[in-house]
């Protein structure tokens, strides 16, 4: 037997066979915008008629709008954080969200993750995975669910009391000036696979290369903001670089001109007297070779270092195939990356004891503990070496005669 409500507030049904009353009703959910079903039971309708009322306040108040971890984290990366993040930052999220919470949270709803749940992913992913990934794949998690308690789906985050495996610091090999000075010189002569000096547009590709290496060990600039240079932000009058752009390449979504990482990495850096020299003799080559071949060669947005049609330097194709076969003409078998010549740049001037807060302002770091937590093995030994030669200085025991 059943007895129908007033439209929208379900159906009432007696089931014989259990000896419980039910109760069925649809809802639309305030997240996801889909129509839902929702069943109680109990056993008196009048016990039944409570219950429903009590869900209905609470839909009503918001407090029983409930949404599985597949859903939220759509809803996290399309509309909570896709415009206050950076493509790349966003493209790592979506990573985690598709290769970590929703094949072990998905079916869940958030409300019920719990601490424990997390910590045995954690440690099952860490078997396999180094202890940076499991650090970078719970950060964006917490970062996840602090959204989902901000929006009051949940009342606290269980993956903030999580713990990662412990992580012995693994000293980075830095190159040295003598690696660098053979990159260079393979990077100039175009001695390595896949360059060619045989034409013009292999010519201009070759010196190209070569100014981006060059710049990117005399500046310490990162990746996409070497990329990103725009000629208008070179004052080579007094030596400076002005950066406030980053050229950045996500996978689906193409290469696009953005800001820089964060605002403390917008900063003017001032180059040497060589680099400002070799930039002058790049560009003026630069504006030949677009003139020359100003039909194909258009440079829509004055950037320093471009294809030979004049559109964005491929960073791709550079950080994958031309940086590697460099650094197999210079004899460099060891890992490096294009990042490395920052490293390089910062590791340089901690030899020659300049200030950390200048070097923290050449990087564009936020602040110098930044600084010093990235370089504090480096720093350490440098202040060892100062260490040693102040006692030395000290000439203790020296003249006493011990016997």
Known sequence: MSSRRAHGEGTYYYREELDVWRWRGYYTDSITGEKKKKELSAKSKKELKVKVEKWQAELKAGKSSRIKMSDWTRIWLDE?????????????????????????????????????????????IAVNHSPRT??????????????????????????????????ERIEKSILTTEEVNLILAKAKSGEYEGASTETEAGRYLVKCHYMLILTAALTGMRQGECLGLQRSKLDLVNNKIRVDTNLSYVRGRGTKLDTTKTAY?????????????????????????EQKYNCIFENKHNMLFTNTRG??????????????????????????????????????????????????ERLGHSNTSVTLNVYSHLIGK?????????????????????K
């Open 265 to 289: 990495s917008v900063r003017n850096v001032d180059i040497p007297h060589f680099l400002a020299a070799e930039l002058k003799k790049w560009i003026e080559y630069q504006t030949k070779f």
């Open 311 to 360: 559109n964005w330097l491929s960073c791709t194709n550079f950080m994958h195939r031309v940086w590697p076969a460099i650094l197999k003409a210079a004899g460099i078998t060891r890992r490096v990356v294009f990042h490395d010549l920052r490293h390089y740049h910062a590791s340089i001037l901690l030899e020659k004891n300049v200030n950390i807060k200048v070097i923290s």
């Open 80 to 124: 909570v954080i896709a415009n206050s993040v950076k493509p790349a930052t966003l493209a790592n999220y979506r990573v985690s969200v598709i290769n970590h919470f929703n094949p072990a949270f998905g079916q869940i709803y958030i409300d019920k993750l719990t601490t424990h749940a997390i910590q045995l992913y954690i440690n099952k």
């Open 382 to 402: 440098t202040l060892q070496k100062e260490a040693i030669s102040a006692l030395d200085n000290l000439n203790l025991g020296k003249g006493a005669d011990l």
């Open 134 to 167: 499991v650090t970078t794949i719970r950060t964006h998690l917490i970062s996840c669910l602090n959204s989902a308690v901000n929006y009051g789906y949940i009342s606290y985050n269980p993956a903030t009391a999580t713990r990662t495996p412990r992580s």
